[in-house]
């Protein structure tokens, strides 16, 4: 049976089935077998977990659900900015925007309602919550200072991390201004496949504490080696942070110097 022959929701099942078979051990090949997949879905779905976790792996229903919000109340916005301090369930490495929705849906009434992942995501632009993801393309290129680091250092990583079959991210952190009934926040953001985006946000400045627990959740859910590309913290000042590193050689952290990606990408983080 071909994959289109499948509804959208035996999919998803044989694609999660699929990367269950592949954490098992399992080849491709098995793994085709056992849940009548191709072999380019299967390999679709694995690259899918690894770079985005269990959420990544089924696949995403069109349109809006009935019943479902497009717009955030402010008893709403403020619940979620509390739960961005928090740590997502794991292997979650920071909040998404679907993992936002299904919390505020399981919320007591009058504050849990329905909404969309793209209602929270609209809810983060109003906000000056969505980053814009770390601009490289085109560095290897550059004839300058930043061309020279990422020749040197960013791109012999990531072709080091690729052929291992590993997964890239792109993350920062940054100061978040206040808005009215809303106090400005520290935030750790990271950018996977497709650019999609997790962060949690701190009221503080985050610690080594912090960038660890990203760093484990990271770990948790990949099966090779990673490689994250961060601006806006030297984690070379950090003694706990560099041990960290030395004892887990197949996480690649690549510090992004300040003036690396050029005025305008600062400026639209800013």
């Known amino acids: 049976m071909a994959t289109k022959d499948f509804s959208p929701e035996s999919l998803s099942q044989r ?10 051990g399992q080849t491709v090949a098995e793994a085709c077998r056992q849940t009548g997949l191709s072999a380019p879905t299967v ?15 089924p696949l995403r229903p069109r349109g809006r659900p009935a019943g479902q919000a497009n717009a ?37 009434t009058p504050l849990g309602v329905a909404v969309s992942a793209r209602a929270i995501e ?14 490289l393309d085109g560095l290897a290129r550059r004839r ?14 990531l072709e080091s991390v690729e052929r291992a079959d590993g997964v890239r991210w792109l993350g920062g952190v940054r100061v978040v201004p206040a808005r009215p009934n809303h106090p400005r926040c520290y935030q750790l953001y990271l950018h996977g496949k497709r ?9 503080a400045p985050p610690q080594a504490e912090h ?12 099966d090779g080696p990673i490689a994250l ?28 110097p300040p003036d690396a990606l050029g005025a305008e990408s600062k400026r639209r983080n800013v």
Do not use: T
Request: glycine share 6%; aromatic share 12%; net charge neutral.
């Open 229 to 256: 590309v961060f601006h806006g913290a030297w984690f070379q000042a950090s003694p706990e942070i560099r041990a960290w590193l030395e004892e887990h050689p197949d996480f690649h952290l690549i510090n992004v």
């Open 72 to 108: 955030l109340g402010e008893p709403q916005q403020q619940a979620l900015e509390k739960q961005l301090a928090a740590l997502p369930p794991a292997p979650l490495p920071a909040w998404s925007s679907k993992a936002l929705a299904e919390w505020l849906q399981v919320q007591p």
């Open 15 to 24: 694609r999660l089935k699929a990367v269950r078979l592949r954490l098992d």
């Open 122 to 135: 609209h809810w983060w632009d109003a906000r000056g919550l969505a980053p814009v993801p770390l601009a």
């Open 144 to 157: 300058s200072a930043a061309g020279r680091w990422y020749r040197q250092q960013v791109q012999p990583s």
């Open 195 to 203: 650019g999609a985006l997790f962060m949690h946000c701190l009221a």
């Open 43 to 57: 390999s679709a779905a694995w690259k899918a977990f690894r770079e985005g976790g269990w959420e990544a792996v």
């Open 211 to 222: 960038y660890l627990a990203l760093f484990e959740r990271l770990l948790q859910q990949a």
